[in-house]
């Protein structure tokens, strides 16, 4: 079988997402795996216009558009609501860009995730406003430019690091959290299949590369989405039930490769990416430590 | 008027009332954040919750914002829901009160009239719900603990009525009835039964049937259009709301005689228009005012959206002149309820209007007071008067 | 009778929406060296391949005629050319799309 996922759709073409989007191709993966069951709540993100204007649906599931604030609460809401109906076997989804989810939509998310709804929260990762119009977000990583972090005669770029919202979620001790990417499909079904045993919340943050805002030809989305892995830039991990796995790439590269790509990075020095290779590098080996840490046997 | 044909067979406190009201409606979902003077009636819904005295789900969220978006998407999904909240929580879900008016969702809220800071001030004063009219809910000004928990029950049938489809806020006045015991008839479980059927979303979720619920639409979508039908909606609203008081005043023998009511208005020359407890003392300053002999009267405001624009053309037809009471501020504007009373009269009539704002952030409106104002109608004197400030006014 | 309340609610399918005029550049597969990996298909963000199980597209060698080869829905192909990016045989060529004579 040359098929690596299942081949059944629930997105359906002719919508108005940017040449590679790499937004749509999370939701295209999400949805394989979860299948028809499932509810999907989109806050104000790119997704909340990908379908196009009314009266045009792109997905085979019911879609509830909610304020930019409301995900996680609006999942909650969906979540209960369906299960007094008996409806338990329907998948809740929030799916909210980062702005959503790292920014505005925090509180809410992890307000939902403390109660425990039974819900999954997809956070597609475009690491900024992007439907705005490219502007900075917490999840935004060092040195990239924006429109509202240009560069300009002072070298104004993202001068912090990004907020990583799955590592909060593992320190909020959600039951299941991952990482993935859409350079491997087959990972990120895999990890979505594993979440759907766990009563419970579950968070993956997937990274959704966007060539209109991270300056690169919309070819090029998979291969960046990989090197961002490659490079350790996007680390792959699973944590499950207090145990942390992280992926160690078949291959790797260095983060000068990855940056060098992306038009977003172009104005950083050999000093900017030093300083970037490094914070991969002590970012990997926490995470490292971590996945040893929780190996160990509880107390 | 709201003579009790019923007896009396309980002593509640409004916010008590309130959540009896939302127990009977056979709410299946309650969401909320904790604000004073809202709180007890969440308190009281989740105790009825642990209890199993109702078949509901209390989703404690961790914002006002996040209790309304949870509660909108629980109507979405088909279950009648519940909310309650007050003050600065009103203002935070102010987004979500569009998104669920505009969703056409059928949720039924409670608002414990609060003032807003600074200074912090927990007393009441309508300055919060009045911030609200134009996001299409439907606003009920109630006057009693028994109007509070018989407006839940009524609230539903409206807000979910074919023609109606729009949200609906019911307010009380902080402390005055949030707080404070009444005598209450609470109805019979069967009989709310008989009143309220179970909710039967037509749009609700479901996997057989995917859809865009809230899309977006480009200018030349049907964007006016659904706006337009909101309108439509709402001033359709007014004949339901007619009806639904009348039924309930059949079954449960307590009128409300739709969106306003009339005191002492048969032979008034001079009234105020007034709403929520500054109505009853209002009230009590004409029966005093009458049997002096003047010919005074009251018109108590019960909804503010829709506005009953002909209800006030009608009751104001004889007068010689009429005031409004607003315990709410516009800045740089006169009273909500004035303004639009003008405006309802426009044309319609040549009575001097004279507007009040009296009570801001829970300040007692005494009777000298409603007399001055009285007195200020009977003179004719136009304009508009701050009332009751240390000043002297 | 009771006149139905308007929600705003979507139920079109977005299929009906044709985007192939956003397209530049058009990827054409050369079926004789492709090897139906599938992977094109897979990293579709516009979800414009079929999965053919036609027996007349050309093939590499036997083994490959008996599987489902993809193929590309013109109507939806915004042409971002991702599929020509990944493909392992390098045989989706990009090339600019013609002018459409209006």
Not at chain 2, 246 to 271: C, H, K, P, Q
Not at chain 2, 347 to 352: N, Q
Request: with cysteine; net charge negative; hydrophobic share 35%.
């Amino acid at each position: 079988m040359p098929f690596s996922i299942p081949t059944e759709e629930f997105m359906e073409p002719g919508h108005t997402a940017c040449h590679g989007c790499g937004a749509t191709l999370a939701m295209r993966y999400v949805l394989k795996a979860l299948g028809k069951n499932t509810v999907v709540s989109v806050p104000a993100s790119c997704w909340a216009v990908i379908p196009g204007a009314m009266p045009y649906r792109t997905l085979d599931v019911p879609m509830v558009y909610t304020p930019f604030a409301a995900t996680g609460a609006s999942i909650s809401g969906l979540r209960e609501a369906l299960d007094i109906q008996g409806k338990e076997d329907y998948n809740v989804v929030g799916f909210a860009g980062d702005g959503g989810t790292a920014d505005i939509g925090l509180q809410s998310l992890s307000g939902a995730m403390e109660r425990g709804h039974n819900v999954f929260y997809i956070m597609y990762d475009n690491e900024g406003y992007m439907n705005t119009g490219v502007q900075r977000s917490g999840s935004t990583p060092y040195g990239a430019e924006t429109t509202t972090t240009p560069v300009g005669k002072e070298r104004n770029f993202k001068r912090q690091n990004k907020k990583v919202v799955a590592d909060i979620m593992m320190a909020q001790g959600v039951p299941y959290v991952a990482t993935a990417t859409i350079a491997y499909p087959e990972d990120l079904i895999r990890k979505l299949d594993n979440a759907r045993k766990i009563h419970g919340p579950k968070f993956i943050q997937v990274l959704a590369t966007c060539p209109t805002g991270w300056y690169y030809p919309p070819e090029k989305s998979v291969e960046v989405s990989r090197l961002a892995v490659q490079s350790g830039v996007f680390p792959l991990y699973e944590f499950q039930n207090g145990v942390l796995r992280v992926s160690k790439p078949s291959k790797t590269v260095e983060v000068r490769e990855y940056l060098s790509m992306q038009g977003r990075f172009s104005h950083l020095n050999d000093e900017d990416i030093a300083q970037l290779q490094e914070y991969v590098n002590q970012r990997m080996t926490m995470l490292l430590e971590k996945e040893k840490d929780t190996a160990k046997p509880g107390p | 008027m709201q003579s009790a044909q019923r007896k009396y067979n309980a002593i509640l406190t409004g916010n008590d009332a309130v959540a009896v009201g939302a127990k009977l409606a056979r709410v299946g979902f309650i969401s909320a954040y904790p604000i004073t003077p809202q709180t007890t009636i969440v308190e009281k819904l989740a105790e009825m919750v642990a209890n199993r005295e109702i078949q509901a789900r209390y989703v404690e969220v961790e914002s006002e914002h996040s209790a309304l978006a949870a509660t909108f998407a629980s109507e979405l999904a088909g279950i009648r829901s519940y909310t309650a909240t007050s003050s600065h929580g009103l203002l935070y879900m102010h987004e979500m009160l569009h998104w669920t008016a505009g969703m056409r969702l059928p949720v039924v809220m409670s608002v414990v009239n609060r003032a807003l800071g600074p200074p912090w001030n927990i007393w009441t004063e309508q300055t919060d719900t009045m911030n609200q009219k134009d996001t299409g809910w439907m606003q009920v000004y109630c006057e009693s603990n028994q109007e509070a928990l018989d407006t839940i029950l009524m609230g539903y049938r409206i807000a979910e009525s074919e023609k109606v489809m729009l949200p609906l806020m019911s307010m009380e006045d902080a402390f005055v009835l949030s707080h404070t015991s009444e005598p209450v008839s609470i109805p019979d479980q069967e009989e709310v039964d008989g009143f309220l059927p179970p909710l039967d979303l037509k749009f609700r979720i479901d996997t057989n049937n995917p859809m865009g619920y809230g899309s977006y639409s480009t200018p030349d979508g049907p964007f006016m259009e659904l706006k337009k039908d909101m309108i439509e909606s709402m001033k359709n609203s007014k004949n339901t709301i007619r009806e639904v008081t009348r039924n309930f005043a059949e079954a449960f023998g307590r009128d409300y005689s739709g969106l306003i009511e009339e005191y002492a208005m048969d032979d008034a020359d001079y009234a105020l228009i007034a709403s929520g407890t500054l109505a009853s003392t209002g009230k009590y300053v004409v029966g005093k005012m009458r049997e002096a002999g003047r010919k005074v009267g009251l018109i108590r405001l019960r909804f503010f959206r829709p506005f009953p624009d002909e209800e006030i053309v009608k009751a104001t037809k004889n007068l010689k002149g009429v005031g409004v009471l607003d315990r709410s501020v516009s800045y740089g504007s006169s009273g909500s309820i004035a303004n639009e009373v003008k405006s309802s009269l426009y044309e319609k009539s040549s009575i001097p209007v004279t507007g009040f704002v009296a009570g801001l952030g829970g300040r007692d409106v005494r009777i000298e007071e409603f007399e001055k104002m009285f007195d200020y109608i009977e003179k004719g004197k136009t304009g508009n008067y701050f009332i009751g400030d240390r000043e002297g006014n | 009778m009771v006149e139905l309340i308007l929600a705003p609610i979507a139920e079109k399918s977005s299929k009906f929406n044709h985007t192939d005029s956003w397209r530049i550049l058009k990827p054409e597969i050369e079926y004789d060296k492709c090897i139906r990996c599938m992977i094109c298909w897979k990293f579709c963000p516009d979800n414009a391949f079929e999965i053919s199980t036609g027996s007349s597209i050309p093939s590499p060698n036997e083994r490959t005629a008996k599987l489902e080869a993809p193929v590309i829905n013109y109507d939806y192909c915004k042409g971002c050319g991702i599929c020509a990016n990944e493909c392992p045989e390098k045989c989706i060529e990009m090339t600019v799309e013609s002018k459409k004579v209006i």
